[in-house]
């Protein structure tokens, strides 16, 4: 592993203002120490990553497990349930939240901001953190890029649930569908982009009972999307992994990064004392 403190490091006392023409150079010093910093088995970015190198591995030598989850709510009627109100409401239920939270993490950064006089710390940090996860995440990757490019008809497009389309198993790109495709659910992305917002704001008093009725809920929204033929299961975990695996790397280069400097200006002050 790099000793970190061959890698340069922006002074303490620099203010950290949003538009410095240092930001960028910052922004280099974290991925510098990231890099140097190496990973921990336990740590997020490296269960992330494990998680989506595994069930990548797992569905593409098992596809045909998408096919027969999706298998056990399709019936003659094909796929009754997404016709259900309830979980057509819940469904719905997912803008009303997910606007609450987007209004709720922008007050906290631009108070941050005023407080802070144009610095960014604590909760604003992280609030600007999953605004960031959010955008890149869901928007860029998911939206933007797989759902945009890769091609995977849904479930209800596909020959074996009564559409004109061929399944393809994940990672596979295809031409059965032209736009906003299967792989993979923006939907379950932003289901798991909530979870985190409850990880990384909630004070520990609260998260005890607010973690797992996020993870309940967040899990009803991304469960719908398979009982309505509009995903396959590997369309939603892989989704979730991928979105955790863009949040942790945020966390790690603007949060943990920044922390880990701080300590090690503070360890090479400290004056050294020589026995006497």
């Not at 019936?75 to 057509?88: E, H, I, K, M, Y």
């Not at 990384?200 to 991304?222: C, D, E, F, I, K």
């Amino acid at each position: 592993m790099t000793d970190l403190s061959t890698i340069g490091i922006v002074p303490a006392r620099e203010p950290r203002r949003l538009w410095s023409l240092r930001g960028l150079q910052r922004g280099v010093t974290r991925v510098r120490l990231s890099l140097a910093a190496g990973l921990r088995a336990d740590e997020p970015l490296t269960v992330a990553l494990g998680t989506t190198v595994a069930l990548s591995l797992y569905f593409l030598l098992v596809p045909g497990v998408d096919l027969a989850t999706s298998a056990l709510f399709f019936s003659t009627d094909g796929f009754a349930l997404a016709q259900n109100p309830v979980l057509r409401a819940l469904r719905k239920s997912s803008s009303w939240v997910m606007g609450l939270m987007l209004l709720g993490l922008i007050g906290a950064v631009l108070t941050g901001l005023w407080r802070g006089r144009g610095r960014l710390g604590g909760p604003a940090r992280r609030g600007a953190v999953l605004l960031a996860g959010l955008a890149l995440g869901s928007g860029l990757l998911v939206n933007g890029l797989f759902k945009s490019l890769w091609g995977r008809a849904r479930p209800i497009q596909i020959d074996t649930f009564g559409g004109p389309a061929d399944f393809t198993p994940a990672w596979w790109i295809s031409d059965n569908c032209a736009s906003n495709c299967s792989f993979v659910s923006g939907e379950a992305s932003s289901a798991a982009w909530m979870v985190a917002v409850v990880v990384l704001m909630v004070p520990a008093a609260h998260r005890r009972w607010a973690l797992p009725a996020v993870l309940v809920y967040a899990g009803a929204l991304s469960l719908n999307r398979l009982v309505f033929g509009g995903h396959f299961l590997s369309d939603i975990l892989l989704s979730w992994a991928m979105t955790a695996l863009v949040l942790a790397v945020l966390h790690r280069l603007t949060l943990t990064c920044p922390r880990a400097a701080r300590r090690l200006r503070r360890a090479r002050r400290q004056p050294v004392s020589v026995a006497g």
